[in-house]
């Protein structure tokens, strides 16, 4: 795929053409501050929000970036958030999308080429994502740096104008590289789905969507190809994949195929072909909205991959339906809902675009995160990714090698940072010292500290009694944040740094009790532990979360039962965005005008 980051900042759309050289062809580029031709471009982007406090945050970026000129202007922004309840999932995040556009635009809505991102979790695998969402996630790239939202509508730059009305859906977390040859065209103009798919290891079919794909209209070769499904598996075992016929062989997979390790090989290998992004017409829109008007009130969870595709395709049976052991939580009402939704979408067309030379990235994790932005090299050719991003990094502070990634952040000379680290938001003083494999984010870091490896630090403005305080989470990148026990007496088995949580809270000065965590008695894990100082200052809630930490490491006391505390899931409910993006904003006028400065000496 060409190179992104330089192909988003030519000024105009029509000049696609330039970007197509051989085998890593490109999107076109995206202009912003630039008004978008009517045609080309999305006539409405819509983002998902979980609930108001997190769709305020999103409206506000949005308006920023746009006052910036950071977008293609004359084009529809909406955030659309979620109605108040239980969690409706993705799926039903979609059909709640299509019931807003018909309120905002009536009949009108049916002609739209409409770009629906899914960006309303709560990002408990990557928590530096989830006070301001995975959507504005920071990329190592681009002056000023991009977001996934840039990125995206610079990847799907060429579908609109290829498209006929109609919603494409993706995730807010993932990235699409592809290559085709120059005269080929992605094209979603057939009635009923058009999915994308991607060649990948059988490893990673088992937590993804499998097409099984018709074998007598399929080859295998090329760089795109046209193809028909037969049904669509979601998140399958690898017995399923093979008895299904979902498993391909292929010859010399290439350089942007995910097949493994197989990529300069002569050697066949096994792949299944795997998910990302689908579209739907708007017959189709227009069913789902009527089922979802008849069914009233949604209360469970529906999977937009899921509960829709296994739905199509003249293989598809209903025997899914039943299956619940993908869901985080089943509500008495999914089995019913899940076979409405085969009666009504039975029969419906699954059309594939197989991309045979193309490659997946998910971003959705600490791990991910820190792999494909420090040390995928095939990302970072891709994408051109850099090691400094939009920085002030004097050529004093040191590094111990370029792997690193510093992302629109202040690092005085002095300071060391790790191999395989990102910093992002974030001014670092003179005496820190970043071990490997470590996220810093949003924080302000000006005492004499060795940061260990493998540590995640994040802080976050809060409003409390309408007074701004600040609180830092830290935790172990392999920390696993989404883990809960039903019962106290199980606390024992949550680990933090790699060490029992009940063990941490003996050296805290803490009690095992219902009021250690803020969520119902069903619910204890370590988003939900109030072990995080609240602090009158940034860099103080800092300091106050590294004690912590260091007093797990060298097993020594330190008191938290003197202070406030909240849990990561109270900071997100009283998160200030206003104050974390005036932080984020200052520091991106230091680099304004550290660079001009810059010009103007030379």
């Given at each position: 795929m060409a190179n992104i980051a330089r192909a988003t900042e030519k000024p105009r759309a029509d000049e696609a053409a330039e970007n197509r050289r051989g085998p890593r062809a490109g999107p076109a580029p995206l202009s912003p501050g630039r008004a978008a031709r009517p045609g080309q471009f999305w006539d409405v982007v819509a983002l998902t929000a979980a609930d108001a406090q997190q769709g305020s945050a999103y409206e506000q970026q949005l308006a920023e970036k746009l006052r910036r000129k950071e977008l293609p202007l004359g084009v529809r922004y909406h955030v659309f958030v979620d109605p108040p309840g239980p969690k409706i999932g993705n799926g039903g995040s979609t059909l709640h999308v299509l019931q807003c556009l018909e309120n905002l635009y009536g009949d009108k809505w049916t002609s739209f080429i409409v770009?629906?991102?899914h960006s309303g979790g709560y990002s408990q695998r990557l928590p530096s994502a989830s006070a301001l969402g995975k959507i504005f996630t920071a990329l190592p790239f681009g002056n000023p740096v991009y977001q996934m939202l840039e990125l995206k509508l610079a990847m799907y730059i060429d579908f609109p104008s290829h498209m006929k009305p109609g919603i494409l859906i993706t995730c807010s977390d993932d990235i699409e590289l592809y290559s085709i040859g120059v005269?080929?065209?992605?094209?979603?103009?057939?009635?009923?789905?058009?999915a994308l798919a991607h060649p990948s290891d059988l490893s990673i079919g088992t937590t993804h969507g499998v097409f099984v794909l018709d074998p007598s209209s399929?080859?295998?070769?090329?760089g795109l190809e046209y193809r028909?499904?037969?049904?669509?598996?979601?998140?399958?075992?690898?017995?399923?994949m093979r008895q299904c016929g979902a498993v391909c062989i292929r010859q010399n997979c290439s350089q942007l195929s995910s097949c493994g390790d197989h990529s300069d090989s002569e050697m066949d290998s096994e792949c299944v072909y795997t998910d990302s992004i689908f579209y739907i017409d708007h017959n189709i829109a227009k069913l789902l909205l009527a089922f979802y008007k008849q069914i009233d009130t949604l209360c469970c969870e529906i999977d937009a991959y899921g509960d829709f595709l296994q739905a199509l395709g003249p293989g598809a049976t209903q025997d899914y339906t039943k299956n619940t052991s993908n869901v985080t939580k089943e509500e008495s009402q999914l089995v019913e809902v899940r076979q409405k939704l085969y009666s009504l979408l039975k029969g419906t067309a699954l059309n594939v675009i197989v991309l045979n030379n193309s490659k997946f990235y998910h971003i959705g994790t600490t791990q991910e995160y820190l792999f494909h932005f420090t040390s995928d090299s095939k990302l970072k050719f891709e994408l051109d990714l850099l090691s400094v991003a939009f920085s002030i990094f004097s050529d004093k502070a040191e590094t111990l090698d370029r792997s690193?990634?510093?992302?629109?952040?202040?690092?005085?000379?002095?300071?060391?940072?790790?191999?395989?680290?990102?910093?992002?938001?974030?001014?670092?003083?003179?005496e820190?010292?970043?071990?490997?494999?470590?996220?810093?984010?949003?924080?302000?870091?000006n005492l004499k500290v060795d940061i260990p490896s493998d540590c995640f630090l994040s802080s976050l403005s809060v409003k409390i009694n309408d007074q701004v305080k600040y609180v830092s989470m830290v935790f172990s990148v392999q920390d696993n944040l989404k883990k809960n026990v039903k019962l106290l007496s199980d606390v024992h088995s949550l680990q933090f740094f790699g060490v029992s949580l009940l063990e941490c809270l003996d050296l805290w000065d803490l009690k095992?009790?219902?009021q250690l965590f803020s969520s119902d008695n069903t619910n204890f894990g370590l988003w939900t532990a109030r072990i995080f100082p609240v602090c009158s200052t940034l860099s103080e809630s800092v300091r106050m979360s590294l004690k912590l930490l260091n007093s797990v490491q060298h097993k020594s006391a330190f008191k938290l039962s003197e202070f406030k505390l909240l849990s990561v899931e109270e900071m997100l409910t009283l998160k200030d965005v206003e104050d974390m993006l005036k932080f984020r904003k200052q520091i991106y006028e230091e680099i304004c005008l550290q660079r001009q400065k810059e010009k103007s000496d030379l």
């Amino acid at each position: 795929m060409a190179n992104i980051a330089r192909a988003t900042e030519k000024p105009r759309a029509d000049e696609a053409a330039e970007n197509r050289r051989g085998p890593r062809a490109g999107p076109a580029p995206l202009s912003p501050g630039r008004a978008a031709r009517p045609g080309q471009f999305w006539d409405v982007v819509a983002l998902t929000a979980a609930d108001a406090q997190q769709g305020s945050a999103y409206e506000q970026q949005l308006a920023e970036k746009l006052r910036r000129k950071e977008l293609p202007l004359g084009v529809r922004y909406h955030v659309f958030v979620d109605p108040p309840g239980p969690k409706i999932g993705n799926g039903g995040s979609t059909l709640h999308v299509l019931q807003c556009l018909e309120n905002l635009y009536g009949d009108k809505w049916t002609s739209f080429i409409v770009l629906l991102i899914h960006s309303g979790g709560y990002s408990q695998r990557l928590p530096s994502a989830s006070a301001l969402g995975k959507i504005f996630t920071a990329l190592p790239f681009g002056n000023p740096v991009y977001q996934m939202l840039e990125l995206k509508l610079a990847m799907y730059i060429d579908f609109p104008s290829h498209m006929k009305p109609g919603i494409l859906i993706t995730c807010s977390d993932d990235i699409e590289l592809y290559s085709i040859g120059v005269t080929e065209t992605i094209t979603f103009d057939k009635p009923g789905f058009t999915a994308l798919a991607h060649p990948s290891d059988l490893s990673i079919g088992t937590t993804h969507g499998v097409f099984v794909l018709d074998p007598s209209s399929f080859s295998g070769k090329g760089g795109l190809e046209y193809r028909s499904c037969r049904c669509f598996l979601h998140k399958p075992d690898i017995e399923k994949m093979r008895q299904c016929g979902a498993v391909c062989i292929r010859q010399n997979c290439s350089q942007l195929s995910s097949c493994g390790d197989h990529s300069d090989s002569e050697m066949d290998s096994e792949c299944v072909y795997t998910d990302s992004i689908f579209y739907i017409d708007h017959n189709i829109a227009k069913l789902l909205l009527a089922f979802y008007k008849q069914i009233d009130t949604l209360c469970c969870e529906i999977d937009a991959y899921g509960d829709f595709l296994q739905a199509l395709g003249p293989g598809a049976t209903q025997d899914y339906t039943k299956n619940t052991s993908n869901v985080t939580k089943e509500e008495s009402q999914l089995v019913e809902v899940r076979q409405k939704l085969y009666s009504l979408l039975k029969g419906t067309a699954l059309n594939v675009i197989v991309l045979n030379n193309s490659k997946f990235y998910h971003i959705g994790t600490t791990q991910e995160y820190l792999f494909h932005f420090t040390s995928d090299s095939k990302l970072k050719f891709e994408l051109d990714l850099l090691s400094v991003a939009f920085s002030i990094f004097s050529d004093k502070a040191e590094t111990l090698d370029r792997s690193a990634s510093i992302i629109q952040s202040i690092l005085e000379p002095g300071c060391i940072v790790g191999p395989g680290s990102i910093i992002e938001y974030s001014r670092i003083g003179p005496e820190v010292s970043v071990g490997n494999n470590s996220i810093i984010s949003g924080s302000y870091i000006n005492l004499k500290v060795d940061i260990p490896s493998d540590c995640f630090l994040s802080s976050l403005s809060v409003k409390i009694n309408d007074q701004v305080k600040y609180v830092s989470m830290v935790f172990s990148v392999q920390d696993n944040l989404k883990k809960n026990v039903k019962l106290l007496s199980d606390v024992h088995s949550l680990q933090f740094f790699g060490v029992s949580l009940l063990e941490c809270l003996d050296l805290w000065d803490l009690k095992v009790s219902n009021q250690l965590f803020s969520s119902d008695n069903t619910n204890f894990g370590l988003w939900t532990a109030r072990i995080f100082p609240v602090c009158s200052t940034l860099s103080e809630s800092v300091r106050m979360s590294l004690k912590l930490l260091n007093s797990v490491q060298h097993k020594s006391a330190f008191k938290l039962s003197e202070f406030k505390l909240l849990s990561v899931e109270e900071m997100l409910t009283l998160k200030d965005v206003e104050d974390m993006l005036k932080f984020r904003k200052q520091i991106y006028e230091e680099i304004c005008l550290q660079r001009q400065k810059e010009k103007s000496d030379l």
